[in-house]
């Protein structure tokens, strides 16, 4: 799996979209960006991946730069709720099936 | 659809004892994988399971197992417990793996050891 480099935390202001990065640059053509977050006291959750083209769901929205070396994860209006340790993982579907979450950042939303 | 069920949440064991943990699936997911989470070293990939059979392991001692029954549910077993084990044990399922489904946390069974 490629390695991801985060920032160890940010801010954000609560109502504000939250911009958070991910860097991948070593990635392989065939290696899915995923992003997971984790709420203190709880497991992590699943959030979204992509491949190449951008993704939205319900929770937020993924860009993954054309060279695919990087991608936001945005969440469009950040609450507090918000407020967890983000994981940006980068894997290839398929063969070992063991995922491996790196230290991740920490979001702080503000009111 | 009920999520995935951790059980006991809290556990307080004493060195040299063994403990057993037990996770139920999301209802339809083959695949549970265990990760062990302390403040030091984050999120660590223990095993995963698909269809009762381990196809990976991380690099615990063997003094950790688990065991995957036929209807998906998972123990996993930590002998001779140490002071170090004490931490967060999370499990997760997904429908064919965690790297071709996403993953569904359940929120943890809290070891102490003393």
């Known amino acids: 799996d490629a390695k991801t480099t985060q920032p160890t935390s940010m801010d954000c202001a609560e109502g504000r979209a939250a911009n958070l990065p991910c860097n991948h640059s070593?990635?392989?053509?065939?290696?899915?960006v995923y992003w997971y977050r984790q709420i203190h006291s709880q497991g992590p959750q699943y959030i979204i991946h992509g491949l190449k083209n951008n993704e939205t769901n319900e929770m937020a929205s993924l860009i993954i730069t054309e060279d695919r070396k990087s991608s936001t994860l945005i969440l469009p209006h950040a609450t507090l709720r918000d407020t967890a340790v983000y994981y940006c993982?980068?894997?290839?579907?398929?063969?070992?099936?063991?995922?491996?979450f790196g230290k991740g950042m920490k979001l702080t939303v503000n009111p | 659809k009920a999520g995935v069920t951790q059980t006991p949440r809290y556990l307080i064991k004493t060195r040299g004892q063994q403990v057993t943990l037990s996770c139920s699936p999301i209802s339809g997911h083959r695949s549970v994988s265990w990760y062990q989470q302390t403040p030091g070293q984050g999120l660590q990939f223990l095993f995963e399971?698909?269809?009762?059979?381990?196809?990976n392991k991380g690099n615990f001692p063997g003094r950790f197992s688990g065991r995957q029954f036929s209807n998906s549910r998972s123990e996993m077993n930590v002998s001779t417990l140490e002071l170090g084990d004490s931490a967060l044990y999370l499990c997760a399922s997904s429908l064919q793996g965690p790297k071709s489904s996403p993953l569904h946390f359940g929120n943890g069974t809290r070891l102490t050891v003393t």
């Open positions: 993982i980068a894997s290839a579907q398929g063969g070992s099936e063991k995922l491996v």
């Open positions: 070593t990635i392989s053509g065939n290696e899915y």
């Open positions: 399971y698909f269809s009762e059979t381990q196809r």
